[in-house]
């Protein structure tokens, strides 16, 4: 089954811009940019939205919740079913804490594991949709409360990885919509992916 909705988590306004917890948008705004996509707002989906024609596979929606994060699940079942779209068709690109900073890792199935906009997803999703997972942990340091790491500005040094990373994200990004999961999955969540 081919993808046809790729949405990228985070909160909305400045004050969230350059955070962790809006990796997903970070990586879909960059996509968006390689291929000459342009933003439009949606009120009946709560959301920033852009269409992409990929021959042969046909219209791929590209999309950022303007919903806080809690809620972006509402967002994504709107424009999922106003399209038609099956949950295996979505992509949803978020951060992850349990994975090493600079890692991806792509994953079919799982709980929310304290990501309160995949468990939104799971709530008004259920399961099936597949998760491009972003990397940055580990938390430091460890007493740090979560809320506030998560919302935290990157550093300046995992400002300047993220950048150098963020064209290896859009190529796994890609790879997972023009080979398949399958295939993504076997190169991308390697210790050392090519």
């Known amino acids: 089954m081919s993808i046809s909705l790729v949405a990228g988590l985070g909160n909305p306004g400045p004050e969230y811009r350059h955070t962790r917890h809006n990796a997903g948008w970070m990586l879909v ?7 000459g996509l342009s933003w439009r707002t949606s009120s009946k989906f709560n959301a920033k939205i852009a269409r992409w024609d990929r021959a042969p596979s046909g219209a791929c929606w590209l999309m950022k ?3 806080f994060m809690n809620e972006s ?8 079913k106003f399209y038609r779209i099956p949950s295996p068709a979505i992509v ?6 349990t994975i090493e900073f600079g890692r991806i890792k792509i994953t079919k199935a799982g709980g929310a594991g304290g990501h309160n906009g995949v468990a939104s997803l ?11 997972r972003i990397g940055i942990g580990p938390k430091y340091p460890r007493e740090a409360n979560l809320t506030d790491f998560v919302l935290g500005q990157f550093n300046r040094q995992e400002q300047a990885l ?3 990373k963020l064209e290896s994200y859009v190529n796994g990004l890609e790879l ?10 076997n190169q991308l969540n390697r210790k050392n992916p090519p």
């Open 29 to 35: 705004d960059a996509c968006a940019k390689k291929h």
């Open 73 to 80: 699940g509402c967002s994504v079942r709107a424009l999922a």
């Open 176 to 185: 997972l919509l023009h080979s398949g999961v399958d295939a993504a999955m």
């Open 162 to 164: 993220f950048a150098q």
């Open 65 to 67: 919740p303007t919903t």
């Open 92 to 97: 949803v690109l978020c951060d992850d804490l």
């Open 122 to 132: 799971l709530r008004e999703l259920a399961v099936g949709f597949i998760r491009y």
